[in-house]
Protein backbone atom coordinates (compact mmCIF):
# COMPACT_ATOMS: atom_id res chain seq x y z
CA UNK A 1 0.00 0.00 0.00
CA UNK A 2 1.16 3.80 -0.69
CA UNK A 3 -0.08 7.00 -0.39
CA UNK A 4 -1.33 8.77 -3.72
CA UNK A 5 -1.46 12.81 -3.46
CA UNK A 6 -4.02 13.66 -5.80
CA UNK A 7 -5.72 16.88 -7.31
CA UNK A 8 -9.27 16.56 -8.65
CA UNK A 9 -10.45 14.99 -11.70
CA UNK A 10 -13.66 13.68 -13.31
CA UNK A 11 -13.45 10.03 -14.21
CA UNK A 12 -11.92 8.69 -17.70
CA UNK A 13 -9.11 11.41 -17.20
CA UNK A 14 -5.75 9.82 -17.47
CA UNK A 15 -2.71 11.27 -15.65
CA UNK A 16 1.03 10.68 -14.93
CA UNK A 17 1.82 8.88 -12.09
CA UNK A 18 5.40 9.82 -10.77
CA UNK A 19 7.45 9.94 -7.52
CA UNK A 20 7.99 14.00 -8.38
CA UNK A 21 7.02 16.32 -10.12
CA UNK A 22 7.87 16.59 -13.41
CA UNK A 23 9.26 19.52 -15.38
CA UNK A 24 7.09 21.40 -17.16
CA UNK A 25 4.33 19.44 -16.36
CA UNK A 26 1.19 19.49 -13.27
CA UNK A 27 1.65 16.60 -11.26
CA UNK A 28 -1.31 15.41 -10.54
CA UNK A 29 -0.49 11.94 -9.17
CA UNK A 30 2.89 11.66 -6.79
CA UNK A 31 3.42 8.59 -4.69
CA UNK A 32 4.74 9.62 -1.42
CA UNK A 33 6.37 7.66 1.15
CA UNK A 34 7.13 8.24 5.09
CA UNK A 35 6.91 11.79 6.88
CA UNK A 36 5.32 12.57 3.13
CA UNK A 37 8.60 12.64 1.42
CA UNK A 38 9.38 11.78 -2.05
CA UNK A 39 9.75 8.34 -2.52
CA UNK A 40 12.83 7.47 -4.87
CA UNK A 41 12.36 6.26 -8.23
CA UNK A 42 13.41 2.92 -7.39
CA UNK A 43 10.45 2.66 -4.51
CA UNK A 44 7.44 2.91 -7.22
CA UNK A 45 6.09 -0.66 -7.72
CA UNK A 46 6.01 -1.99 -10.87
CA UNK A 47 2.83 -1.24 -12.72
CA UNK A 48 2.10 -2.97 -15.80
CA UNK A 49 -0.81 -1.85 -18.26
CA UNK A 50 -4.26 -3.78 -16.65
CA UNK A 51 -2.95 -2.79 -12.71
CA UNK A 52 -5.81 -0.72 -10.82
CA UNK A 53 -5.22 0.84 -7.45
CA UNK A 54 -7.87 0.05 -5.16
CA UNK A 55 -8.94 1.90 -1.53
CA UNK A 56 -9.78 -0.66 1.99
CA UNK A 57 -13.15 -1.37 0.62
CA UNK A 58 -11.80 -2.70 -2.65
CA UNK A 59 -12.98 0.03 -5.08
CA UNK A 60 -10.89 0.71 -8.17
CA UNK A 61 -10.14 4.18 -8.52
CA UNK A 62 -7.81 3.87 -10.53
CA UNK A 63 -6.31 1.56 -13.72
CA UNK A 64 -2.93 1.47 -15.31
CA UNK A 65 -3.10 2.13 -19.08
CA UNK A 66 0.05 3.10 -20.43
CA UNK A 67 3.34 4.36 -19.32
CA UNK A 68 4.89 7.41 -20.87
CA UNK A 69 8.78 9.18 -20.25
CA UNK A 70 8.55 12.60 -19.07
CA UNK A 71 11.42 15.32 -18.02
CA UNK A 72 12.29 15.31 -14.39
CA UNK A 73 13.04 18.67 -12.40
CA UNK A 74 15.77 16.20 -10.29
CA UNK A 75 19.18 16.27 -12.88
CA UNK A 76 18.66 15.41 -16.40
CA UNK A 77 17.27 11.70 -16.26
CA UNK A 78 13.87 11.38 -17.29
CA UNK A 79 10.77 9.43 -15.34
CA UNK A 80 9.39 6.54 -16.56
CA UNK A 81 5.71 7.25 -15.25
CA UNK A 82 2.67 5.07 -15.40
CA UNK A 83 -0.42 6.33 -16.53
CA UNK A 84 -3.69 5.95 -14.69
CA UNK A 85 -6.81 6.70 -15.46
CA UNK A 86 -9.28 7.74 -12.95
CA UNK A 87 -12.19 5.10 -12.95
CA UNK A 88 -14.12 7.29 -10.08
CA UNK A 89 -13.90 10.94 -10.19
CA UNK A 90 -11.56 11.86 -7.67
CA UNK A 91 -11.24 14.89 -5.26
CA UNK A 92 -7.96 16.87 -4.13
CA UNK A 93 -6.20 15.32 -1.08
CA UNK A 94 -4.20 11.95 -0.77
CA UNK A 95 -5.66 8.29 -0.58
CA UNK A 96 -3.96 4.73 0.46
CA UNK A 97 -4.31 2.56 -2.47
CA UNK A 98 -3.23 -1.02 -3.05
CA UNK A 99 -2.26 -2.00 -6.71
CA UNK A 100 -3.84 -5.33 -7.65
CA UNK A 101 -4.17 -6.94 -11.30
CA UNK A 102 -7.35 -8.44 -11.63
CA UNK A 103 -7.27 -9.70 -15.18
CA UNK A 104 -5.17 -10.12 -18.27
CA UNK A 105 -4.49 -7.46 -20.67
CA UNK A 106 -4.21 -7.70 -24.54
CA UNK A 107 -2.75 -5.51 -27.05
CA UNK A 108 -4.29 -6.65 -30.66
CA UNK A 109 -2.23 -4.73 -33.20
CA UNK A 110 -3.48 -4.66 -37.09
CA UNK A 111 -1.25 -4.56 -39.83
CA UNK A 112 -2.69 -2.77 -42.91
CA UNK A 113 -1.29 -0.10 -45.37
CA UNK A 114 -4.88 0.86 -46.70
CA UNK A 115 -5.97 0.65 -42.99
CA UNK A 116 -3.25 3.05 -41.97
CA UNK A 117 -4.42 5.05 -44.92
CA UNK A 118 -7.95 5.58 -43.46
CA UNK A 119 -8.92 3.46 -46.90
CA UNK A 120 -10.56 0.08 -45.13
CA UNK A 121 -12.14 -0.13 -41.98
CA UNK A 122 -10.64 -2.82 -39.31
CA UNK A 123 -12.65 -5.44 -38.65
CA UNK A 124 -9.90 -7.80 -37.81
CA UNK A 125 -8.42 -6.15 -34.80
CA UNK A 126 -11.92 -5.92 -32.81
CA UNK A 127 -12.83 -9.29 -33.90
CA UNK A 128 -9.37 -10.27 -32.02
CA UNK A 129 -10.79 -8.67 -28.56
CA UNK A 130 -14.24 -10.50 -28.81
CA UNK A 131 -13.00 -13.91 -29.23
CA UNK A 132 -10.69 -13.02 -26.36
CA UNK A 133 -12.88 -11.48 -24.23
CA UNK A 134 -15.13 -14.56 -24.27
CA UNK A 135 -12.46 -17.32 -23.32
CA UNK A 136 -10.35 -14.52 -20.53
CA UNK A 137 -10.97 -12.31 -17.85
CA UNK A 138 -9.40 -8.51 -19.21
CA UNK A 139 -8.22 -5.70 -17.13
CA UNK A 140 -7.27 -3.86 -20.28
CA UNK A 141 -7.47 -4.30 -24.20
CA UNK A 142 -6.21 -1.67 -26.57
CA UNK A 143 -5.84 -1.62 -30.70
CA UNK A 144 -3.31 -0.33 -32.36
CA UNK A 145 -3.15 -0.17 -36.21
CA UNK A 146 0.20 -0.07 -37.82
CA UNK A 147 1.33 0.16 -41.83
CA UNK A 148 3.11 -2.98 -43.60
CA UNK A 149 6.33 -1.36 -42.12
CA UNK A 150 8.51 -4.08 -39.77
CA UNK A 151 10.68 -1.21 -38.09
CA UNK A 152 7.76 -0.15 -37.20
CA UNK A 153 6.47 -3.43 -35.85
CA UNK A 154 9.33 -4.63 -33.67
CA UNK A 155 9.24 -1.04 -32.14
CA UNK A 156 5.98 -1.45 -30.87
CA UNK A 157 6.30 -5.37 -29.58
CA UNK A 158 9.16 -4.41 -27.69
CA UNK A 159 7.77 -1.35 -26.04
CA UNK A 160 3.98 -3.29 -25.38
CA UNK A 161 5.54 -6.39 -23.89
CA UNK A 162 8.95 -4.94 -21.51
CA UNK A 163 7.87 -1.16 -21.16
CA UNK A 164 3.89 -1.45 -20.98
CA UNK A 165 3.46 -5.21 -19.78
CA UNK A 166 1.09 -6.44 -21.75
CA UNK A 167 -0.13 -10.43 -20.92
CA UNK A 168 -1.21 -10.99 -24.57
CA UNK A 169 -0.13 -9.27 -27.92
CA UNK A 170 -1.83 -10.44 -31.16
CA UNK A 171 -0.87 -9.46 -34.21
CA UNK A 172 -3.36 -9.32 -37.82
CA UNK A 173 -2.18 -8.93 -41.29
CA UNK A 174 1.08 -9.50 -43.16
CA UNK A 175 1.57 -13.21 -42.55
CA UNK A 176 1.70 -14.12 -46.67
CA UNK A 177 4.21 -14.00 -49.36
CA UNK A 178 3.72 -10.26 -50.86
CA UNK A 179 6.53 -7.71 -50.90
CA UNK A 180 5.15 -5.58 -48.07
CA UNK A 181 3.84 -8.86 -45.80
CA UNK A 182 6.65 -9.11 -43.24
CA UNK A 183 4.69 -9.58 -40.09
CA UNK A 184 6.21 -12.91 -39.41
CA UNK A 185 10.44 -11.96 -39.59
CA UNK A 186 9.60 -8.76 -37.93
CA UNK A 187 8.29 -10.65 -35.17
CA UNK A 188 10.81 -13.44 -35.26
CA UNK A 189 13.69 -10.61 -34.93
CA UNK A 190 11.97 -9.67 -31.09
CA UNK A 191 10.98 -12.94 -29.74
CA UNK A 192 13.28 -14.36 -26.62
CA UNK A 193 11.86 -17.65 -28.16
CA UNK A 194 8.86 -19.46 -30.44
CA UNK A 195 6.15 -21.45 -29.81
CA UNK A 196 5.66 -24.01 -32.60
CA UNK A 197 3.16 -25.78 -31.49
CA UNK A 198 0.52 -22.82 -31.27
CA UNK A 199 1.53 -22.17 -35.32
CA UNK A 200 1.35 -25.88 -36.06
CA UNK A 201 -2.04 -25.58 -34.31
CA UNK A 202 -3.42 -22.95 -36.09
CA UNK A 203 -1.91 -24.50 -39.79
CA UNK A 204 -4.08 -27.41 -39.04
CA UNK A 205 -6.83 -25.74 -38.96
CA UNK A 206 -6.41 -23.53 -41.61
CA UNK A 207 -5.81 -26.12 -44.30
CA UNK A 208 -9.23 -27.81 -43.60
CA UNK A 209 -10.11 -24.86 -44.65
CA UNK A 210 -8.19 -24.23 -47.81
CA UNK A 211 -5.04 -25.46 -49.29
CA UNK A 212 -4.04 -21.70 -49.73
CA UNK A 213 -3.36 -21.81 -46.05
CA UNK A 214 -0.19 -23.29 -46.71
CA UNK A 215 1.55 -19.89 -47.61
CA UNK A 216 0.81 -18.51 -44.06
CA UNK A 217 3.94 -18.39 -42.07
CA UNK A 218 2.41 -16.63 -38.87
CA UNK A 219 4.81 -17.06 -35.73
CA UNK A 220 4.49 -17.17 -32.15
CA UNK A 221 6.32 -16.64 -29.33
CA UNK A 222 7.25 -15.16 -26.19
CA UNK A 223 8.86 -11.84 -25.09
CA UNK A 224 9.68 -11.06 -21.76
CA UNK A 225 6.47 -12.62 -20.07
CA UNK A 226 4.28 -11.32 -23.04
CA UNK A 227 2.57 -14.17 -25.74
CA UNK A 228 2.70 -13.13 -29.22
CA UNK A 229 0.84 -14.71 -31.82
CA UNK A 230 0.96 -13.37 -35.56
CA UNK A 231 -2.62 -14.08 -37.16
CA UNK A 232 -3.85 -13.70 -40.80
CA UNK A 233 -5.44 -10.31 -41.82
CA UNK A 234 -9.34 -11.51 -42.78
CA UNK A 235 -11.68 -11.38 -40.31
CA UNK A 236 -12.50 -15.04 -40.94
CA UNK A 237 -9.15 -15.99 -41.11
CA UNK A 238 -8.34 -14.57 -37.92
CA UNK A 239 -11.13 -16.24 -36.09
CA UNK A 240 -10.69 -19.78 -37.55
CA UNK A 241 -6.45 -19.26 -36.32
CA UNK A 242 -7.22 -17.61 -32.75
CA UNK A 243 -10.16 -20.29 -31.89
CA UNK A 244 -7.60 -23.18 -32.86
CA UNK A 245 -5.05 -21.97 -29.56
CA UNK A 246 -7.69 -20.47 -27.58
CA UNK A 247 -7.98 -23.24 -25.07
CA UNK A 248 -4.19 -23.17 -24.67
CA UNK A 249 -3.97 -19.30 -23.94
CA UNK A 250 -5.19 -19.70 -20.08
CA UNK A 251 -2.20 -21.91 -19.31
CA UNK A 252 0.13 -20.63 -21.45
CA UNK A 253 -0.17 -16.97 -19.69
CA UNK A 254 -0.09 -18.91 -16.23
CA UNK A 255 3.15 -20.36 -16.71
CA UNK A 256 4.66 -17.52 -18.20
CA UNK A 257 3.86 -15.65 -14.93
CA UNK A 258 5.67 -18.15 -12.85
CA UNK A 259 2.76 -20.61 -12.31
CA UNK A 260 4.64 -23.82 -10.45
CA UNK A 261 1.99 -26.65 -10.99
CA UNK A 262 2.44 -29.22 -13.07
CA UNK A 263 1.07 -28.95 -16.59
CA UNK A 264 -1.37 -32.63 -15.83
CA UNK A 265 -1.46 -34.10 -18.94
CA UNK A 266 0.16 -31.44 -21.79
Not at 2 to 26: H, I, N, R, Y
Not at 225 to 244: D, H, K, T
Amino acid sequence: MFTVKLQACPAGTTLPLAVSAPAGCTAHLVVSGRKGQPCPPAALPVLPVGTGLYDESGTEHLRITGHVWLPSRQGNQALFCPLATARTDLPVGTMALTAMKNGLSLARITLSDKGFNGLREDQSGPAIEELVKGALTLACAQGFLLPDEPDALRSLLTRLALDEGYDLIITTGGTGVGPRDTTPQATSRVLDYTLPGFSQAMMQVSLEKTPKAAISRAVCGVIGQSLVINLPGSRRAVIENLEAVLPALAHTLDKLHGDPSDCGSC
